[in-house]
């Protein structure tokens, strides 16, 4: 079952997945070519050792998923998906109308602050993260943008990182 959005002539199915290591299900989207999560990966590890929770509370992993770190998101994501690379970002931004659109179009209706929430009009659904302050420095968790992995933002997202859904189909 799914819904289909059809925006400024841009067909966009939103469906859903299972990740069959913890079972949670993930909601998904395809816009124009491309399948991309419409929600953060939240997946603990066997041991609940791979991740952590943003300023270490679990509601703010079940709200906005989980912080990893460089080295473990790169093999995290759930079988079939990956990390995507700058130039399928690139792509989704295009096809959404470039960044000044997808800035809006991307980000959810609700988590942001200082009138930064969007109007989701793709089912993206992208949500601020934050980030993690390990052994004294910043940036051993980090938010994925597209354009880099490290702590970074994506201008016309406002100042907060966000996750755009890690995995990439």
């Not at 929600?39 to 943003?54: K, T, W």
């Amino acid at each position: 079952i799914c819904d289909i959005i059809i925006k400024s002539g841009i067909l966009t199915i939103l469906f859903s997945m299972t990740d069959d290591r913890d079972g949670k299900k993930y909601k998904t989207v395809k816009i124009g070519d491309q399948v991309w999560m419409a929600e953060n990966l939240n997946y603990a590890g066997p041991n609940d050792d791979i991740s952590r929770c943003y300023e270490d509370a679990p509601v703010t992993c079940e709200a906005g998923g989980r912080l990893y770190s460089l080295s473990v998101a790169d093999t995290v994501c759930p079988s079939g998906w990956h990390l995507p690379k700058k130039e399928e970002f690139e792509i989704l931004l295009t096809t959404v109308g470039g960044i000044d659109k997808a800035s809006n179009e991307l980000r959810s209706i609700s988590g942001w602050t200082n009138d930064y929430s969007g109007s989701d009009a793709y089912g993206f659904s992208a949500v601020p993260t934050g980030g993690a302050l390990v052994e004294s420095h910043y940036g051993d968790f980090f938010s994925y943008s597209g354009y880099s992995a490290s702590p970074a933002t994506i201008s016309g997202f406002g100042s907060t990182k966000i996750d755009t859904r890690i995995p990439f189909s």
